[in-house]
């Protein structure tokens, strides 16, 4: 085996930012200092990893010398940090009006995902998007004139269609 190291392509500030989310989550938390199997930095750094790469979480736990199961419960916890600083749409609608945005670009994507148990009530699997040929969820987002993203859905499943999803994201009564 051979060890060396590498370089993520990956602006430090980020990396120091989701690192500080991590510290101030384990700190509400109540986690004990040094009893994590990596700080906050380096768990910033996996998770990265994963973000950039797409990597095996199994590959980027061997080379980050942990577990693959905290190799797999790494990436969601700071997924649940970063969305957690995620303004909802109301407040962007109403940042977005408030400087004097003309107009504003929503549109939908399917990403690719593994099989999803359900189905809907005509008994065909909703994950299973027959637009894009295998098993998606349906995201929407919403991004300035510029194309700068301002906003992102949750994912829904990928039978429904884009309107669908977004009036249902969009709608006064959510």
């Not at 750094?45 to 693959?68: K, T």
């Not at 945005?101 to 999803?116: A, F, S």
Request: hydrophobic share 35%; proline share 5%.
């Amino acid at each position: 085996m051979v060890t060396y190291s590498a370089t993520l392509d990956v602006p430090r500030h980020v990396v120091e930012f989701l690192s500080r989310l991590l510290a101030a989550h384990r700190r509400t938390i109540g986690t004990p200092k040094r009893s994590r199997a990596l700080g906050p930095f380096r768990q910033a750094i996996f998770v990265l990893r994963w973000f950039r790469e797409a990597g095996c979480v199994h590959r980027l736990a061997q080379d980050a010398g942990i577990c693959q199961a905290t190799g797999y419960r790494y990436p969601h916890e700071a997924l649940d940090v970063l969305a957690a600083q995620a303004p909802d749409l109301h407040q962007v609608l109403k940042r977005c009006r408030d400087q004097g945005m003309n107009h504003l670009i929503l549109d939908g994507t399917l990403i690719g995902c593994d099989r999803v148990a359900g189905t809907n009530d005509k008994g065909n699997d909703e994950w299973y998007s027959g637009k894009a040929k295998h098993f998606a969820g349906n995201v929407q987002f919403l991004a300035a004139p510029d194309g700068t993203p301002l906003w992102v859905s949750d994912v829904e499943s990928g039978s429904r269609h884009d309107l669908t999803c977004a009036r249902t994201r969009t709608s006064p009564a959510r």
